[in-house]
């Protein structure tokens, strides 16, 4: 399943749909990666305030991968 994501709010909502989901709790996901629960709920609800380190950890205890593609029928315009 692809799912399509353009701002830090909808990819905390999706890691947090993924992890319950899995039927995961905060602290259970984030001791599979060597993560502190609350860097887990940083992703989750400020994932804007979290590094890239921590997200990769958080995608891998999830199995979940990132893929980065070219918007179709866009500009080159950045959006930020």
Excluded: C, H, Y
């Amino acid at each position: 399943m692809t799912q399509i994501i353009v701002t830090p709010s909808q990819l905390g909502q999706m890691l947090r749909r993924f992890r319950k989901e899995k039927k995961l709790s905060q602290a259970s996901v984030a001791s599979l990666v060597s993560l502190l629960p609350k860097t887990v709920s940083r992703l989750e609800t400020r994932t804007e305030s979290a590094t890239v380190d921590s997200l990769f950890k958080l995608l891998s205890a999830l199995e979940l991968e990132l893929t980065i593609q070219i918007k179709p029928n866009q500009s080159s315009d950045l959006e930020w």
